[in-house]
């Protein structure tokens, strides 16, 4: 089993930037590949954002793409969401999920194992 933290959630204005972090306490996930989801009130959870064991990979919703960016720092066991450019939209909470399958940078839920409990992030108008 491995536990996935997140943090970095916040309340932040329209336009302004946070930072999420997703950690694996005491275990090496840099083979893993990972993916970010969130999920607005009353609507169904939806990819953000996924990065590959290797980095190299990248994928990101419409929804988010040049204004959000995955990465890793294997050093640290992290991987980081930066999200630039928030829109009231882009308020939900944010989970960060972990597949074993390094080079498998999946788009949909089920092809992630792992799960960390979420974190809320708030754009104000």
């Known amino acids: 089993q491995v536990q996935l933290v997140e943090s970095g959630g916040g309340l932040v204005q329209a336009g302004g930037s946070l930072r999420l972090s997703c950690a694996a306490p005491?275990?090496?996930?840099?083979?893993?590949?990972v993916g970010w989801f969130r999920q607005a009130p009353g609507k169904e959870r939806e990819f953000a954002a996924a990065i590959g064991w290797s980095a190299g990979s990248t994928y990101y919703a419409d929804s988010v793409k040049g204004r959000f960016t995955i990465s890793r720092d294997n050093a640290k066991n992290t991987v980081y969401l930066q999200m630039n450019s928030l829109k009231t939209e882009d308020t939900a909470v944010y989970y960060c999920?972990?597949?074993?399958?390094?080079?498998?940078?999946?788009?949909?839920?089920?092809?992630?194992?792992?799960w960390g409990q979420g974190t809320q992030v708030t754009v104000s108008s």
């Open positions: 999920a972990a597949n074993p399958t390094g080079w498998r940078v999946g788009q949909k839920s089920d092809e992630y194992n792992y």
């Open positions: 005491g275990r090496t996930f840099s083979n893993y590949a």
